[in-house]
């Protein structure tokens, strides 16, 4: 079997354009929906990621607000200025870019965003909100895995859902939205015996660890829907010396012979990830003014 390759980025430009619909059907009832986006430091990489954001926001057309600190900000100093985001009208989603210098507690910051602008949906508020069904912001990278897994399968209840990975920000609110969709779930992680096994009574599989193609292809269930969150960055001795590339962290040869459906890295979650973004912040735009939120998530 070779499997159905999910096309993250055909499916996040789908869904950005849903969104730039709805943006724009907002717009002419006088509403601009506006993401603000901070980032402390001076790291590349991390600046060319919210540099990305700000340029797809602006694309959806709603309103970048960027704030690029030096990386000696202190806490105190971030904390006014999310309090001055919080307060700001203009404003519907504030993004703290993570990680933070360790001279700022980052739970401390996440705690200060107010949860209905919260569009990353860390918020202690949101969080639970989740776990107890009530509608919040759902953390973007694992609604992105949702919504890509339901672009292969729409009914996912009953099925056999294994999460590996248990972090607040991935592999926790994953789980909690495979509850949802009635799956049967297994979180897994490091102190997780047989993993190999566990991963095999999948039928939903994710992996979000954050060590190269660390899922072979015999942990695979044949058919399983396969979907790799991780982001690892490794030497490619054969593109020249001191090159890299990005893997995730499933060995995506060795499962796509055995899966139904893979995401593929790059190309997969990650593209997601962002535009769920700008879905959230629509939302928080709609949840502040009591507006309905429109119907943008399900990519064609
Ligand atoms: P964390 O480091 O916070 O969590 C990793 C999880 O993997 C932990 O629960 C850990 O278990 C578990 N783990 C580590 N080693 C093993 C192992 N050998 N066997 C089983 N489980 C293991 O990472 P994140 O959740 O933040 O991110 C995971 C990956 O996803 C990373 O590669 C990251 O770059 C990527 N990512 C991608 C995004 C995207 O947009 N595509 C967004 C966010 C993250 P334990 O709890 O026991 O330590």
Redesign the pocket.
């Given at each position: 079997m070779s499997a159905t390759i999910i096309d993250g980025k055909a499916h996040a430009q789908g869904l950005r354009a849903r969104i730039a619909d709805a943006a724009a059907s907002l717009s002419s009832r006088g509403v601009t929906p506006g993401l603000a986006v901070v980032i402390v430091g001076e790291d590349p990489a991390s600046q060319l990621y919210v540099k990305n954001k700000a340029r797809q926001t602006v694309e959806v057309g709603m309103r970048s607000f960027e704030h690029v600190l030096p990386a000696s900000t202190t806490e105190a100093e971030l904390l006014a200025l999310v309090a001055g985001l919080n307060a700001d009208p203009a404003v519907d989603g504030i993004l703290v870019q993570l990680p933070l210098p360790k001279q700022i507690d980052a739970q401390k910051i996440i705690e200060a965003i107010d949860p209905a602008k919260d569009v990353d949906g860390f918020h202690p508020i949101n969080a639970g909100k989740l776990m107890t069904g009530v509608p919040g912001l759902v953390s973007c990278?694992p609604l992105?895995c949702l919504l890509l897994i339901q672009s292969v399968r729409r009914d996912l209840a009953g099925l056999n859902a294994v999460v590996?990975?248990?972090?607040n920000?991935?592999?926790k609110p994953m789980a909690q939205l495979l509850i949802a969709q009635s799956c049967t779930v297994t979180v897994?992680?490091?102190?997780?015996r047989e993993?190999p096994g566990v991963c095999r009574e999948a039928d939903i599989l994710v992996a979000?660890?954050?060590?190269p193609e660390?899922v072979r292809g015999d942990w695979v269930k044949p058919g399983a829907i396969v979907i790799d969150?991780?982001?690892?960055r490794v030497p490619n001795p054969a593109a020249g010396e001191g090159k890299t590339k990005v893997v995730g962290?499933v060995a995506y040869g060795e499962a796509a012979q055995v899966a139904s459906a893979i995401t593929p890295v790059p190309g997969g979650?990650?593209p997601m990830?962002i535009a769920c973004l700008l879905r959230n912040t629509l939302e928080a735009a709609c949840l502040r003014r009591g507006l309905p939120m429109p119907a943008v998530d399900f990519a064609a």
């Open positions: 990278t992105g590996v990975g248990r972090s920000i991935v592999g897994a992680h490091s102190r997780t993993l979000a660890v954050g060590r660390m969150v991780g982001i690892n962290d979650v990650g990830t």
